[in-house]
């Protein structure tokens, strides 16, 4: 009993060092196969979505589509299941993002097998189209493995008061101008609801300008002129933001990677060596986001 504890331990610690670990090279080389399944997965996803027209001599090009998403299914499911086993905490990765994310990649292909009445449904076309694009989220996977994405995440999270703030305000504007267009333009040339109005707020402050809704009075061209004006001004705002606080978090860990033999900070976070006496550096050992 005792050694199969223990076999079971190591084995569990082995699958921990494979999965979540990537300094080793066992470790890197599990990453780069996660990373190049991830990939394959979603170049297989987009050239089967428009597979009659690539394909149109292959009758059961469908069935092949089929046969290699049963595949990556399989792969991801084990990939998922191990990572609830190794991980330290087993009530902590499921709900994370990423394991919200690998739940999610897979749950597509086994609702279809459960409800195999789903695919053949007219009325529920639409149900199944969106559980296939569900498997698009697997190029949110290779999040994991980018050391830089977890500056951007810690930076969001940092500003993320600040950019409600802002976008509450934005929501402001809009719905003033939105409720000011329609007001003006007295339910015409497609400000035919408040909702529509709001549309047309959004895609003028954005300075998008798609064109199927337009102003035809005086002073509804003047309220979109004010409107374009308004949206060059502010549309900086969240950029900078949250450029601060990336600089905030690049000089953090510049400061946080010091030379063991001189005791020199300041380094990038590829750096390798010492930029002060040439000494060799540790590697960096920050991490993007709970994996």
């Known amino acids: 009993?005792?050694?199969?504890y223990r076999f079971f331990a190591a084995t569990r610690r082995r699958c921990f060092a494979l999965l979540f670990e990537h300094r080793t090279r066992s470790g890197r080389r599990m990453e780069t196969f996660w990373i190049a399944a991830s990939?394959?997965?979603?170049?297989?996803?987009?050239?089967?979505?428009?597979?009659?027209?690539?394909?149109?001599?292959?009758?059961?090009?469908?069935?092949?589509?089929?046969?290699?998403?049963?595949?990556?299914?399989?792969?991801?499911?084990?990939?998922?299941?191990?990572?609830?086993?190794?991980?330290?905490?087993?009530?902590?990765y499921p709900v994370s993002f990423f394991g919200i994310i690998d739940l999610c990649t897979v749950l597509p292909m086994y609702i279809l097998w459960m409800m195999?009445?789903?695919?053949?449904?007219?009325?529920?076309v639409v149900l199944v189209r969106l559980l296939r694009v569900l498997r698009v989220l697997r190029v949110l996977k290779l999040?994991?493995?980018?050391?830089?994405?977890?500056?951007?995440?810690?930076?969001?999270?940092?500003?993320?008061?600040?950019?409600?703030?802002?976008?509450?305000f934005v929501a402001i504007i809009l719905?003033?101008?939105?409720?000011?267009?329609?007001?003006?333009?007295?339910?015409k040339d497609g400000f035919t609801s408040l909702?529509?109005?709001?549309?047309?707020?959004?895609?003028?402050?954005?300075?998008v300008g798609y064109g199927d809704i337009t102003p035809h009075?005086?002073?509804?061209?003047?309220l979109a002129s004010i409107l374009i004006l308004l949206g060059y001004s502010?549309?900086?705002?969240?950029?900078?933001?949250?450029?601060?606080?990336?600089?905030?978090?690049?000089?953090?860990?510049?400061?946080?990677?010091?030379?063991?033999?001189?005791?020199?900070?300041g380094h990038e976070s590829d750096a390798k060596f010492c930029a002060h006496c040439g000494a060799v550096l540790d590697s960096d050992r920050s991490q993007p986001v709970d994996k």
């Open 39 to 92: 990939l394959l997965s979603v170049v297989v996803l987009f050239f089967e979505s428009s597979a009659s027209d690539l394909f149109p001599n292959t009758p059961d090009i469908l069935w092949r589509f089929g046969l290699l998403e049963l595949g990556f299914t399989a792969l991801f499911s084990v990939e998922y299941v191990l990572r609830v086993l190794c991980s330290p905490r087993k009530t902590h």
């Open 116 to 124: 195999p009445s789903l695919a053949g449904a007219t009325d529920l």
């Open 195 to 207: 909702g529509a109005s709001v549309y047309w707020a959004v895609v003028t402050l954005t300075t």
């Open 1 to 4: 009993m005792a050694q199969d």
């Open 175 to 187: 719905c003033l101008f939105g409720g000011l267009m329609f007001a003006v333009e007295e339910g």
């Open 217 to 222: 009075t005086a002073t509804g061209r003047m």
């Open 143 to 168: 999040l994991r493995y980018m050391n830089d994405a977890g500056i951007l995440w810690r930076s969001l999270m940092r500003a993320r008061r600040k950019l409600s703030i802002f976008f509450g």
């Open 234 to 265: 502010i549309i900086a705002v969240p950029t900078g933001i949250l450029t601060a606080y990336m600089s905030q978090e690049l000089e953090k860990g510049r400061a946080a990677r010091s030379c063991q033999n001189c005791l020199h900070s």
